[in-house]
Nanobody, 123 residues
């Protein structure tokens, strides 16, 4: 069983940056695909970024390409989402997730989810 906990959310102005972290306990993350998803009020939870177990392969939603960077440190059992050039439309609750499947843009590919951290981007 993997327990995930996100941190680093907050309020930031348009164009600013935030760094989200996801820490795991209960199991090592080194064999899991990791993903970040977000859910804005009244909207479906959507894929943001994913990273392979080794960290060698990443994938991003088109809406965040070139602005967000996902990375992982398997030794520290953490995954990070660096968010730059933030826009008001990035406002959402952000969730990290862990799964064994490589279909990392699909919510059903993930077995474990964190509780989320709120990101608000003011215009």
């Amino acid at each position: 069983q993997v327990q995930l906990g996100e941190s680093g959310g907050g309020l930031v102005q348009t164009g600013g940056s935030l760094r989200l972290s996801c820490a795991a306990s209960g199991s090592t993350l080194s064999s899991y695909y990791m993903g970040w998803f977000r859910q804005a009020p009244g909207k479906e939870r959507e894929f943001v970024a994913g990273i392979s177990p080794t960290g060698l392969t990443t994938e991003y939603a088109d809406s965040v390409k070139g602005r967000f960077t996902i990375s992982r440190d398997n030794a520290k059992n953490t995954v990070t989402l660096q968010m730059n050039s933030l826009k008001p439309e990035d406002t959402a609750d952000y969730y990290c997730a862990a799964g064994k499947s490589g279909y990392w843009s699909l919510r059903r590919a993930y077995d474990f989810w964190g509780q989320g951290t709120q990101v608000t981007v003011s215009s």
